[in-house]
């Protein structure tokens, strides 16, 4: 088997550049360079790895198969390269710690903030990196240690063996309808109760995506059989709270939210809460399980619990 050549970082950044604006001049112009030597750069790339990664004619420019499946990769390794450059500058600077953490979007709110605020405060030698991914990518990174922890919001029913979880805060699951919508009208008269389970029989749901939140999917199927609103029509998904939102500002269907997501959207959506059995949502927060962990994630989850709602029994696993 031929071995294959390694690129360049000037041959990685031309063809992430041409791949992203399918157009060598404005490709060319984002990196200030000439179009004659991006082309030369793209060549050579192209004969270190033994294909062809882009149709060109004079008219369009295209990715090949080989060149889709290599743009991920290469765009992976530019971003590892960024990340030992800022490594090494912080170094320099006298920052000899990292400590890399993933939220759900959704979960971001002020006491949060003042959470990573209150960490950079006391422990300024320690770079901290914060992310917005999805729980089942927070868990994937955790396990292959891309991330140090992660807040993955609902807990899963199964733990992989290699975590720690520890349940931060509590907060209710409200129903999230368009503005106008019947259920709306019909929960103002009966506010005090809350909008009826059986009324929800029929309605079309927005659902985050099981693959993106699988522990909440499976609270959400749970929550229907209990309730007796069995199997759900559930119209369109996203990975994303924020998409979810929108879909049901414009009356794509109905949704169920952790209570603080009502600061995300302030027009289109309206908030109503349910009747018994009130939803509740529990906030999980997972690193690895380690006999030494890093001093960095010990300070961290020190600061966590001592910032969490009262724990409930069983809250650290």
């Avoid at 030597?37 to 060549?43: G, V």
Wanted: aromatic share 4%; proline share 7%; charged share 25%.
């Amino acid at each position: 088997m031929t071995r294959l050549e390694r690129p360049e970082m000037r041959e990685l950044e031309c063809f992430v550049a041409v791949a992203e604006h399918l157009n060598f001049s404005r490709a060319a112009r984002s990196l200030g360079l000439s179009q004659p030597p991006l082309t030369r750069h793209i060549q050579a790339l192209e004969g270190r790895v033994g294909c062809r990664l882009l149709e060109r004619d004079t008219h369009s420019v295209s990715l090949t198969e080989p060149g889709r499946r290599y743009l991920e990769d290469a765009r992976a390794a530019l971003v590892m390269l960024d990340r030992a450059a800022a490594s090494l500058r912080l170094a320099r600077e006298g920052v000899t710690e990292r400590l890399r953490l993933a939220f759900v979007g959704a979960l971001l709110d002020e006491p949060l903030v003042r959470l990573f605020q209150k960490f950079r405060e006391t422990h300024p030698k320690c770079h901290l990196e914060v992310t917005d991914l999805a729980p089942a990518d927070q868990v994937e990174a955790i396990l292959s240690d891309e991330l140090d922890g992660g807040f993955i919001g609902a807990r899963p029913q199964k733990v992989p063996r290699e975590l720690e979880l520890i349940l931060w805060r509590e907060e209710e699951l409200l129903l999230g309808v368009p503005e106008g919508h019947p259920l709306a009208a019909g929960a103002a008269a009966g506010a005090r109760t809350g909008v009826s389970w059986k009324a929800l029989r029929g309605q079309p749901w927005v659902m985050v995506s099981r693959e993106a939140a699988p522990a909440f999917r499976q609270q959400f199927a749970g929550l229907c059989a209990q309730t007796g609103l069995g199997p759900v029509r559930i119209v369109q998904e996203s990975e994303r709270v924020t998409a979810i939102l929108a879909m049901v500002a414009v009356g794509s269907g109905i949704t169920l939210v952790p209570e603080g997501a009502g600061r995300i959207i302030t027009h289109g959506v309206v908030f109503l809460k349910l009747s018994r059995p009130v939803p509740r949502l529990q906030h999980a927060f997972a690193c690895r399980r380690s006999g030494s962990p890093p001093s960095t994630i010990k300070e961290f989850l020190s600061l966590l619990v001592e910032s969490s709602d009262p724990c409930p029994p069983g809250s650290r696993r």
